[in-house]
């Protein structure tokens, strides 16, 4: 098992920056697809950004450059950096891990999600 803590969120001026960090506890030895997805209020959950076991990354459409998902092995820990906040960017953002097929950590990891409000 594995156990996610964010943190980092708060409330930002649009144009401003914050960096989530995520915190793995338990089975760290597995190997995971790590990503940040986040749910603004009345919407569905969405990707914001993939980080592979291969370090390649993806993000979702709306990202344009604004975000960037990196890891520290050594802290077992992901980061989501946003940099030109904006109001839309308003959301609960909430890391997940994802256990491959076969292995003893199977299955999807959430955590308990960082709220980011961006005031205009």
């Known amino acids: 098992q594995v156990q996610l803590v964010e943190s980092g969120g708060g409330l930002v001026q649009a144009g401003g920056s914050l960096r989530l960090s995520c915190a793995a506890s338990?089975?760290?030895?597995?190997?995971?697809?790590r990503a940040w997805y986040r749910q603004a209020p009345g919407k569905e959950r969405e990707m914001v950004a993939v980080?592979?076991?291969?370090?390649?990354?993806y993000y979702g459409d709306f990202v344009k450059g604004r975000f960037t998902i990196s890891r520290d092995e050594a802290k077992n820990t992901v980061y989501l950096q946003i940099h030109s906040l904006k109001p839309e960017d308003t959301a609960v953002y909430y890391c997940n891990h994802r256990g491959y097929a076969g292995s003893s950590c199977y299955g999807d990891y959430w955590g308990q999600g960082t709220q980011v409000t961006v005031s205009s």
């Open positions: 980080l592979t076991s291969g370090d390649n990354t």
């Open positions: 338990g089975d760290t030895t597995c190997i995971f697809t």
